[in-house]
T-cell receptor
């Protein structure tokens, strides 16, 4: 079945460092790909998405490119801030038209001043 | 905008008790889902619905029931709570249009079973 694998956390960075969180997926067909962010004590918010190969999703300085050849959707940010500290989830939605999402295990990011 | 509203935010149950987690959305989305979040395991799908009157099981359905009598509401029932059901529960509603889809999540319910 479909699955999503994220890099293990936690990830600890200093402010203004470069961030990469790896995400790879296994799916039949051409899924849509998402990054969700969960700030402490809150629900999940959509950070960015891409619906087809080579699409780049971007938001709040974060970017991720849908790479079909490597089945990857790595999250990057050039300069992280303390306010970026959160849990990041990679997810996919297939074309079963059910609204279901399959999530990776989540990566905790802590940014220190 | 209310979006997806979950109640309660926190709940403590004794083993064997039953309860219902409420979820309501005001976006007229057809698709709704329940997930549980456990440390190191991401979010796992419990049950989902593709419209009023239609529900189906997800990855971890045992011990939970759902119903969807209206488009807006999708309650999750714990029949006889067990400590293994201690978790954070999230409800989501989604739209799907052409090749675009997005899910919106509630704030979560933190459930402890003692």
């Amino acid at each position: 079945g479909d699955s999503v694998t994220q890099m293990e956390g936690p990830v600890t960075l200093s402010e203004e460092a470069f961030l990469t969180i790896n995400c790879t997926y296994t799916a039949t067909g051409y899924p849509s790909l998402f990054w969700y962010v969960q700030y402490p004590g809150e629900g999940l918010q959509l950070l960015l998405k891409a619906t087809k190969a080579d699409d780049k999703g971007s938001n709040k300085g974060f970017e991720a490119t849908y790479r079909k050849e490597t089945t990857s959707f790595h999250l990057e940010k050039g300069s992280v801030q303390v306010s970026d500290s959160a849990v990041y989830f990679c997810a996919l939605s297939d074309y079963s038209n059910t609204g279901k999402l399959i999530f990776g295990q989540g990566t905790t990011l802590q940014v220190k001043p | 905008n209310a979006g997806v509203t979950q109640t309660p935010k926190f709940q403590v149950l004794k083993t064997g008790q039953s309860m219902t987690l409420q979820c309501a959305q005001d976006m007229n989305h057809e698709y709704m889902s329940w997930y549980r979040q456990d440390p190191g395991m991401g979010l796992r799908l419990i049950h989902y619905s593709v419209g009023a009157g239609i529900t189906d099981q997800g990855e971890v359905p045992n011990g939970y029931n759902v119903s969807r009598s209206t488009t807006e509401d999708f309650p999750l029932r714990l029949l006889s709570a067990a400590p293994s059901q201690t978790s954070v529960y999230f409800c989501a509603s989604s739209y799907i249009s052409l090749q675009n889809t997005e899910a919106f999540f509630g704030q979560g319910t933190r459930l402890t079973v003692v």
